[in-house]
C-alpha cells in the first residue's frame, strides 16, 4: 500500500513538476522559431533550426537594450538605497537606545499593513506635481526604503548579541566603524538577501513604471515587453523571444544564488 | 578623559541613523494615505479638483462595473488562495517526505516566483491560445472538446484562475517546506513507535504543527488575491478580459486614475478596497483562531 | 581611583536593582563584587563601564565624574562574559581592532607590535590566525582579556569571566587572572557568583543582595567576620549551620540542647544579649565529635569527599553538617556527641543582625 502511495506521489510530484517548467523551457524554445512554426496546429515543440535571428528583431523593432540598461540602473540604485537605509534604520532600532523607540517601531509594523496599491496612486500624483515623470527619479525615489526589510533586519540584528556593539564601543569604534567592520560583516547572509531579494523584485516591478514612464526612453524592461506584446500583434515568435530576454538575467541570478534567496523567503516569508 | 552629554539610554544620534529611511516612509508611505482619504471626497481631475463630498462613493456604489470587478475579485480570491494552498500542500509534502533531492525540486518550484509575471503570462497567452495553442491541442488529443480560454466572456475568469493558481504555488510551497522543516523530528520517532500510518501522522502530527504556517500563508494570499492587477493586464494583454470580463478591482482603480482621469473616484475605490481587505483580514483571523481553539 | 557615591539604579518596568550604593576603589587593587543572581553586580558593572545610564548618584574615576562620559573615554577594558569576539576577525585582529579605531588610531604596524606584546603577556601568541569560533573557552577567555588590555586602559572590569569553564579550568584560569593584573598593577574590578572564586584571587570583596552592599571587606574577614545572617549563609563551604534558637535568661535553649551562656566569649558579643529568639550559626568544622560536648545526634550519612568526610545528622529535625579530617573513621548510624568552638560561632538576631 505503501509503495502505491509513493509511486502515485511522485507521478503527481513529476507532473507538476512539468507543468511549472515547462512554460518556461517551451519561451525559450517559442523564442528560436519561425511565426509558422510557432503558430503551427498542431504545435511545435522543437524548432526545426534556432531562429536566433528572433532576437536581432526583437531588437530592431523596440528598444530593449535601453530597456535593459534602465532597468539595470535603477535596480541597483533602488537595492543600494534600500539596503543602506533600511541596515542604517534597523541598526538605530536593535541596537541603540532612544526614547520613542517603541513608538516608531509600532508605527513601522501597523504601516505594513498598508497595502501599496493604495498608496501608489497617490504617489504618481506627488510625483507628478515634482515634475518628475518620465525619469529614472520617479522610478527611484518612491523604493529608496523599505518597510518590510527595516522590520526584517531589526530582527535579524536583534538575534545578534548586544555585547558585539558594547565591546566595539569600550573598544573605542564610532558608530560607523562598528558598521562597516563589525555589523556588515556579520549580517552578510541578511544582506545578502535583502539585496537580491530587492533587486528582483525591482526588476520585475510593472504597476509603478507603468504609472510614471511611458517614454521609451525611460521605460523598464517590463513594461517594454508589455507594450512590445501589444505592438507586434500577433509575431508570437518574437514576444516569446522577448519575454526570453526579460527573464533571463534573473534566471541567471537565481541559479549562482537560489540558497540565499530561497532561505531568505523562506525564513520570513518575505513577498517582493 | 573627555566629558560630552552622553546617555546611554538615550542616545540622540539614533535618529539621524532613522533620518533617511523615516523621510523616505513619510513622503512615500504616510503623506499618500492620508491624501488618498483626502482625494476620495474630491471630484476633477488632479489640478483642478474641487469638493464633493460623499459624492464619489455613491458613484462607485451605483457602478455595476464596480461591483463587476468586486465580485470578481472575490471570485478569484476565493478560489485561487484555497486550491494554490491544498496543491502546494500536497506538493511540499511529497517532497518533504518522499524526495531525496529536495533542494533540486525546491528550485524547480520556486522558479515562477521570481520571473516576471509579464513574461510569464506571453508564454500562458500562448498556450491558451484558441486555435494554435498548446492547451487545446492536448485536449483534442485526448477526445475533449476544444475550449475558447482568452476570447470568451464567459471562460475569462476560469483562465485567470488557473493562472492565478500556477503562480501561487512557489511561495507556498517554500514556505510549507520550511514549517516542515521547523517541526522537530522526536513527533515523527513517537507517531511511528506507537503505530501511526501516514495519514495518520499527517493529520494528527503535521497539519497540527503547520497550523501558523497555513494561516500565515492563508492571510498573505488572501491579501494579494484581493489586489490581483499585473496577472489580468499580463494573460489578457493590457486588457481586463474580452469586454471586460475579467476586470478585478484594482484594475478598476487603474482605469479611473489612469485612464478616466477621475482619481477621486479612483481614491474612494482604493479605500474601499482596503477596508474590504482588512475586514476580511480580520473575519479569518477570528475564524482560524476559533478552529484553533478546537483543534 | 574608582569611587562610587549614593549610585542608584531603577530600570523601566519599575525594578530597583541597585539601591544606594557607595563604595571606593584603590588603584591596583583586585576587587570582586560578589553576590547571587539579580542582587545588581552586573548591574554595578556596567553603570561603571558606562553601558547603563544611573538613576541617581555619581560615579568618580580619579576624583572626576564620568557618568556622562561615553565608555571609550573612561579608559577601560571588559571581559564579557560571552567574550564578544568578532567572529569574522583573527585572533591577531580582534585584538588590534581597538588600536586600530577611534580617535587614538594607531598605524598597523604599531599596532601589531602592541598587540603582539599582549599576545606574549598572555600566552596566545600562536593563536593569532585563528578566528575565534574553533578556540576552546579558556583560549577565548584569553583573547578577550588581551583585547581589553591592548589599549593599556587604568581599569579592567570583568563580567563572570569563568562562568562559562568547566571546573578545572576555571580553578587554573582564576590564578593566571590574578597573576597578570597583579603584574600589569591595573585596578580590576570583576563580577562573579562564585564565593570560593571570590575567595581565591580578590584583595577585596564587595558582596551585593538585592541592590544593597551587605559587606565589603577582604576575604578572610568576610569568611571570620560576617557582618549577618546573609554574609554567613553565603560565604563557606559546605553551607553554614544555623539553627533558630531562644535566649532564656543565662542560657541558650535549643529543642535538642542547652549552652550557657557563660561558655560564650564576652568580648565578641557586638551587643548586649537580651532573651528572645536568634539563630545559632556554627560553621560545619566549629562543630566536632568529642568525648564530652552539648550537642548530640546519629550520623545520618557519610560524605567522603577526599581529604575530609561530611558528617550530616539531625537536631530537633534540622540538618545539620560537621567536617571532620578523613582520618576519623566514624560511620552512619553511630551516635555521637559534638562540642562547639564557641569562639568561632555567631549568634544572629532574627532580623540577620550580627549579634556575636
Given at each position: 500500500?505503501?509503495k502505491i502511495v509513493?509511486?502515485l506521489s511522485?507521478?503527481?510530484l513529476?507532473l507538476?513538476?512539468?507543468i511549472t517548467v ?10 528560436l522559431?519561425?511565426y509558422?512554426?510557432?503558430t503551427s496546429?498542431p504545435?511545435?515543440v ?7 535571428v ?10 530593449f537594450?535601453?530597456y535593459f540598461?534602465?532597468?539595470?540602473f535603477?535596480?541597483?540604485v533602488?537595492?543600494l538605497?534600500t539596503?543602506l537605509?533600511?541596515?542604517f534604520?534597523?541598526f538605530?532600532l536593535?541596537?541603540?537606545e532612544?526614547?520613542y523607540?517603541?513608538v516608531?517601531m509600532v508605527?513601522l509594523i501597523s504601516l505594513l499593513?498598508?497595502p501599496?496599491?493604495?498608496i501608489?496612486?497617490?504617489n504618481?500624483?506627488t510625483?507628478?506635481?515634482l ?8 522610478l527611484?525615489l518612491p ?9 526584517y533586519?531589526?530582527?535579524y540584528?536583534?538575534s545578534i548579541?548586544r555585547s558585539f556593539y ?6 573605542g ?12 560583516p556579520?549580517?552578510k ?10 533587486f528582483?523584485?525591482?526588476w ?12 521609451k526612453?525611460?521605460?523598464l524592461l ?9 505592438e507586434?500583434?500577433s509575431?508570437v515568435h518574437l514576444q516569446?523571444a522577448a519575454a526570453t530576454?526579460?527573464?533571463l538575467p ?8 537560489r540558497?540565499?534567496?530561497i ?5 520570513n516569508?518575505i513577498k517582493? | 578623559m573627555g566629558?560630552k552629554n552622553?546617555?546611554?539610554?538615550n542616545?540622540?544620534?539614533a ?5 533617511p529611511?523615516l ?5 512615500f508611505?504616510?503623506?499618500?494615505l492620508?491624501?488618498a482619504f483626502?482625494m476620495s471626497?474630491?471630484k476633477g481631475?488632479?489640478?483642478n ?5 460623499v459624492?464619489n ?6 457602478d455595476?462595473v464596480?461591483f463587476?470587478?468586486l465580485?470578481?475579485t472575490?471570485f ?5 488562495v ?8 500536497a506538493i511540499?509534502?511529497v517532497i518533504?517526505e518522499?524526495?531525496k ?5 525546491e528550485?524547480?518550484?520556486f522558479?515562477p516566483y521570481?520571473t516576471?509575471t509579464?513574461?510569464?503570462?506571453i508564454v500562458?497567452?500562448y498556450?491558451?491560445n484558441g486555435s ?6 492536448l ?5 475533449l472538446?476544444?475550449?475558447?480560454w482568452?476570447?470568451?466572456v464567459?471562460m475569462?475568469?476560469?483562465t485567470l484562475i488557473?493562472?492565478g493558481i500556477?503562480?501561487s504555488l512557489?511561495?507556498?510551497?517554500i ?8 517541526i522537530e523530528?522526536e513527533?515523527y520517532?513517537?507517531?511511528k ?5 501516514e495519514?495518520?501522522?499527517?493529520v494528527?502530527?503535521t ?7 497555513l494561516t500565515f500563508l ?6 494579494g ?9 499580463a494573460l489578457f494583454g ?6 471586460k470580463s ?8 487603474y482605469?479611473k486614475?489612469h485612464?478616466?482621469?477621475?482619481p477621486?473616484?479612483?481614491m474612494?475605490?482604493?479605500?474601499v478596497?482596503?477596508?474590504?481587505i482588512l475586514s476580511?483580514?480580520?473575519?479569518q ?10 483543534g | 581611583?574608582?569611587e562610587?557615591?549614593?549610585l542608584?539604579?531603577?530600570f523601566d518596568?519599575g525594578?530597583e536593582?541597585l539601591?544606594?550604593v557607595?563604595f571606593?576603589i584603590e588603584k591596583g ?15 554595578m ?9 544611573p538613576?541617581d548618584g555619581?560615579?568618580r574615576?580619579?576624583g572626576e ?5 561615553e565608555?571609550?573615554?573612561?579608559n ?8 564578544a569576539?568578532y567572529?569574522h576577525m ?5 585584538i588590534?581592532?581597538?588600536?586600530l579605531?577611534?580617535?587614538n588610531k594607531?598605524?598597523k604596524g604599531d599596532?601589531?607590535?602592541i ?5 606574549e603577556?598572555t ?9 575565534p569560533?574553533?578556540l576552546?573557552g579558556?583560549?577565548?577567555?584569553r583573547?578577550?582579556?588581551t583585547?581589553?588590555l591592548v589599549?593599556?586602559p587604568?581599569?579592567?572590569l ?13 580553578l587554573?584560569i582564576r ?9 600589569v ?7 562573579t ?7 581565591s584571587?580578590s ?9 544593597k552592599?551587605?559587606q565589603e571587606d577582604d576575604p578572610q574577614n568576610l569568611?571570620l567576620?560576617?557582618?549577618n545572617l546573609?554574609?554567613?549563609k553565603?560565604?563557606?563551604n559546605?553551607i553554614?549551620?544555623?539553627?533558630p534558637i531562644?535566649v532564656?535568661?543565662?542560657?541558650i535553649?535549643?529543642a535538642?540542647f542547652?549552652l550557657p551562656?557563660?561558655h ?8 548586649s544579649?537580651t532573651n528572645?529568639k536568634?539563630?545559632?550559626g556554627?560553621?560545619?568544622?566549629d562543630?566536632l ?6 550537642l548530640?545526634g546519629k550520623?545520618?550519612s557519610?560524605?567522603l569527599i577526599?581529604?575530609?568526610r561530611?558528617?550530616h545528622?539531625?537536631?530537633?529535625g534540622?540538618r545539620?553538617?560537621?567536617i571532620?579530617?578523613v582520618?576519623?573513621?566514624i560511620t552512619e548510624?553511630t551516635?555521637v556527641?559534638?562540642?562547639l568552638a ?5 549568634l544572629?538576631s532574627?532580623?540577620g543582625?550580627?549579634i556575636?
Amino acid at each position: 500500500m505503501k509503495k502505491i502511495v509513493t509511486l502515485l506521489s511522485l507521478l503527481f510530484l513529476t507532473l507538476l513538476g512539468i507543468i511549472t517548467v515547462f512554460p518556461f523551457i517551451y519561451m525559450i524554445l517559442g523564442g528560436l522559431m519561425t511565426y509558422r512554426e510557432a503558430t503551427s496546429i498542431p504545435p511545435t515543440v522543437i524548432p526545426d533550426s534556432f531562429q536566433w535571428v528572433n532576437y536581432l528583431t526583437v531588437f530592431e523593432k523596440a528598444p530593449f537594450i535601453q530597456y535593459f540598461i534602465n532597468t539595470l540602473f535603477v535596480s541597483l540604485v533602488t537595492t543600494l538605497a534600500t539596503v543602506l537605509t533600511s541596515l542604517f534604520a534597523a541598526f538605530a532600532l536593535a541596537t541603540l537606545e532612544f526614547r520613542y523607540k517603541k513608538v516608531v517601531m509600532v508605527g513601522l509594523i501597523s504601516l505594513l499593513m498598508i497595502p501599496y496599491e493604495s498608496i501608489i496612486f497617490t504617489n504618481y500624483n506627488t510625483i507628478a506635481r515634482l515634475g518628475l515623470l518620465n525619469s529614472y527619479t520617479a522610478l527611484i525615489l518612491p523604493f529608496l526604503t523599505s518597510i518590510f526589510y527595516i522590520y526584517y533586519l531589526t530582527n535579524y540584528l536583534k538575534s545578534i548579541s548586544r555585547s558585539f556593539y558594547q565591546a566595539a564601543k569600550i573598544d573605542g569604534a564610532s558608530d560607523m566603524e562598528y558598521i562597516k567592520k563589525i555589523l556588515i560583516p556579520m549580517s552578510k547572509p541578511a544582506l545578502v538577501t535583502v539585496g537580491i531579494l530587492t533587486f528582483i523584485s525591482s526588476w520585475n516591478s510593472f504597476l509603478w513604471p507603468l504609472l510614471v514612464t511611458n517614454d521609451k526612453k525611460f521605460r523598464l524592461l517590463n513594461n517594454g515587453l508589455s507594450a512590445f506584446t501589444s505592438e507586434s500583434g500577433s509575431d508570437v515568435h518574437l514576444q516569446l523571444a522577448a519575454a526570453t530576454l526579460t527573464i533571463l538575467p534573473i534566471v541567471l541570478i537565481y541559479f549562482i544564488f537560489r540558497k540565499e534567496i530561497i532561505r531568505g523567503v523562506a525564513k520570513n516569508g518575505i513577498k517582493g | 578623559m573627555g566629558k560630552k552629554n552622553y546617555n546611554s539610554e538615550n542616545q540622540l544620534k539614533a535618529w539621524y541613523f532613522l533620518l533617511p529611511a523615516l523621510l523616505a516612509i513619510f513622503v512615500f508611505n504616510i503623506y499618500p494615505l492620508f491624501r488618498a482619504f483626502f482625494m476620495s471626497f474630491q471630484k476633477g481631475t488632479l489640478i483642478n479638483p474641487r469638493f464633493a463630498g460623499v459624492e464619489n462613493y455613491q458613484r462607485l456604489l451605483s457602478d455595476p462595473v464596480f461591483f463587476r470587478a468586486l465580485k470578481n475579485t472575490a471570485f478569484y480570491s476565493f478560489t485561487v488562495v484555497p486550491i494554490a494552498l491544498i496543491l502546494s500542500l500536497a506538493i511540499a509534502w511529497v517532497i518533504f517526505e518522499k524526495v531525496k533531492y529536495k533542494s533540486f525540486f525546491e528550485a524547480i518550484f520556486f522558479m515562477p516566483y521570481i520571473t516576471s509575471t509579464i513574461a510569464i503570462g506571453i508564454v500562458f497567452r500562448y498556450f491558451f491560445n484558441g486555435s494554435y495553442g498548446l492547451i487545446n491541442y492536448l485536449l483534442e488529443f485526448f477526445g475533449l472538446p476544444r475550449v475558447n480560454w482568452l476570447d470568451s466572456v464567459s471562460m475569462s475568469m476560469p483562465t485567470l484562475i488557473l493562472f492565478g493558481i500556477w503562480t501561487s504555488l512557489a511561495f507556498n510551497i517554500i514556505i510549507l517546506l520550511a514549517g516542515f522543516r521547523n517541526i522537530e523530528k522526536e513527533h515523527y520517532k513517537i507517531a511511528k513507535m506507537f503505530g501511526a500510518n501516514e495519514w495518520e501522522i499527517f493529520v494528527k502530527i503535521t497539519l497540527p504543527q503547520l497550523l501558523p504556517t497555513l494561516t500565515f500563508l492563508l492571510t498573505v494570499n488572501l491579501i494579494g488575491a484581493f489586489k490581483i492587477y499585473t496577472q489580468v493586464y499580463a494573460l489578457f494583454g493590457g486588457q481586463a478580459g474580452i469586454a471586460k470580463s475579467a476586470m478585478t478591482a484594482v484594475f478598476y482603480i487603474y482605469d479611473k486614475f489612469h485612464v478616466a482621469g477621475r482619481p477621486g473616484l479612483a481614491m474612494a475605490a482604493t479605500l474601499v478596497l482596503f477596508l474590504l481587505i482588512l475586514s476580511i483580514t480580520f473575519f479569518q483571523q477570528l475564524i482560524l483562531k476559533k478552529v484553533g481553539r478546537k483543534g | 581611583m574608582i569611587e562610587v557615591i549614593g549610585l542608584q539604579k531603577t530600570f523601566d518596568n519599575g525594578f530597583e536593582a541597585l539601591k544606594q550604593v557607595d563604595f571606593t576603589i584603590e588603584k591596583g587593587e583586585l576587587v570582586c563584587l560578589l553576590g547571587p543572581s539579580g542582587c545588581g553586580k552586573s548591574t554595578m558593572l556596567n553603570l561603571i563601564a558606562g553601558l547603563l545610564q544611573p538613576t541617581d548618584g555619581d560615579i568618580r574615576f580619579k576624583g572626576e565624574s564620568v557618568i556622562k562620559t561615553e565608555p571609550k573615554d573612561r579608559n577601560i577594558g571588559f571581559v564579557f562574559q560571552n567574550y564578544a569576539l568578532y567572529p569574522h576577525m583573527t585572533v591577531l585582529e580582534n585584538i588590534m581592532f581597538p588600536l586600530l579605531v577611534g580617535d587614538n588610531k594607531k598605524k598597523k604596524g604599531d599596532a601589531k607590535a602592541i598587540a603582539e606584546k599582549y599576545m606574549e603577556l598572555t600566552n596566545i601568541k600562536e593563536l593569532q590566525n585563528k578566528k575565534p569560533g574553533t578556540l576552546s573557552g579558556g583560549q577565548q577567555q584569553r583573547v578577550a582579556i588581551t583585547r581589553a588590555l591592548v589599549q593599556e586602559p587604568e581599569v579592567l572590569l570583568l563580567d563572570e569571566p569563568l562562568s562559562n569553564l568547566d571546573a578545572r579550568l576555571r580553578l587554573k584560569i582564576r590564578e593566571e587572572i590574578r597573576r597578570l593584573v597583579k603584574e600589569v598593577g591595573i585596578t580590576t574590578i570583576f563580577v562573579t557568583h562564585d564565593q570560593e572564586e571570590a575567595l581565591s584571587i580578590s584583595d577585596k570583596i564587595i558582596l551585593l543582595e538585592d541592590g544593597k552592599i551587605q559587606q565589603e571587606d577582604d576575604p578572610q574577614n568576610l569568611y571570620l567576620e560576617p557582618e549577618n545572617l546573609f554574609v554567613a549563609k553565603f560565604i563557606g563551604n559546605p553551607i553554614i549551620n544555623f539553627l533558630p534558637i531562644e535566649v532564656v535568661d543565662d542560657g541558650i535553649k535549643h529543642a535538642s540542647f542547652d549552652l550557657p551562656l557563660t561558655h560564650f566569649i564576652e568580648k565578641r558579643f557586638k551587643k548586649s544579649i537580651t532573651n528572645g529568639k536568634y539563630y545559632l550559626g556554627m560553621r560545619p568544622e566549629d562543630i566536632l565529635p568529642s568525648d564530652s560536648g552539648p550537642l548530640k545526634g546519629k550520623i545520618q550519612s557519610v560524605e567522603l569527599i577526599g581529604r575530609e568526610r561530611i558528617l550530616h545528622f539531625e537536631l530537633a529535625g534540622e540538618r545539620v553538617k560537621s567536617i571532620v579530617g578523613v582520618e576519623n573513621e566514624i560511620t552512619e548510624g553511630t551516635t555521637v556527641t559534638f562540642d562547639l568552638a564557641y569562639h568561632k560561632v555567631f549568634l544572629f538576631s532574627f532580623d540577620g543582625e550580627r549579634i556575636y
